[in-house]
């Protein structure tokens, strides 16, 4: 039985082969047979996902600073937007709020117990009520209390502030990507 083994190995080997390569019994009509039979494959889409939203936003601004002729890197400060995505990071997902209804609008208390997270909301929610104040007709205030800050909004169509929430009402105004950029180029957008 041994003696025929060898033979059937022998035979079968082209069609195992031919079966594996994807060229047994196909149809050989779309090939390049230029290319000795093999088709390249396709060019992969190129990527634009940064992995990680602070990652690509930074790499964003980073993209702009580089094509931007006018750059004066002596003033660049990369580090502190980073240190804005951390505080930024830290209210959005990190933070505790609770909503009143007052007349005309909402007023958020954020905070925490984490001595980190309590500074991120201390630094960012003064500094977005300076800011966006007067945006879409609302009137904005801002101040500390026990483990954080208080955001108090009011204004036209009070149901909309108060359906929007403490976060929806912290993306109002789209200024953040502007924003992103002067703290990159050493400026502080923050002072008032």
Not at 10 to 24: D, E, K, N, R
Not at 103 to 128: K, N
Not at 149 to 176: E, K, N, S, Y
Request: cysteine-free; hydrophobic content about 45%.
């Amino acid at each position: 039985m041994k003696r025929y083994l060898l033979p059937a190995a022998l035979i079968l080997m082209p069609v195992v082969v031919g079966a594996q390569s994807g060229t047994h019994g196909a149809d050989h009509s779309h090939m390049d047979h230029g290319s000795h039979g093999v088709t390249p494959a396709p060019a992969p889409a190129p990527l634009s996902e940064g992995g990680q939203a602070a990652f690509a936003a930074i790499q964003e601004v980073v993209a702009a600073l580089m094509a931007d002729s006018g750059t004066d890197w002596t003033q660049v400060d990369i580090e502190a937007l980073r240190q804005h995505l951390i505080d930024m990071d830290n209210v959005t997902l990190r933070a505790k709020v609770r909503a009143e209804d007052i007349e005309g609008g909402a007023r958020f208390e954020v905070t925490s117990d984490v001595p980190g997270v309590m500074a991120s909301i201390r630094r960012m929610i003064p500094a977005h009520a300076a800011t966006v104040d007067g945006v879409e007709g609302w009137r904005m205030t801002a101040g500390d209390i026990d483990g954080g800050a208080a955001l108090t909004v009011q204004g036209g169509d009070p149901a909309r502030i108060r359906g929007l929430g403490f976060i929806g009402i912290m993306t109002v105004g789209m200024h953040h990507q502007t924003h992103h950029l002067a703290l990159a180029r050493g400026g502080n957008p923050h002072a008032h």
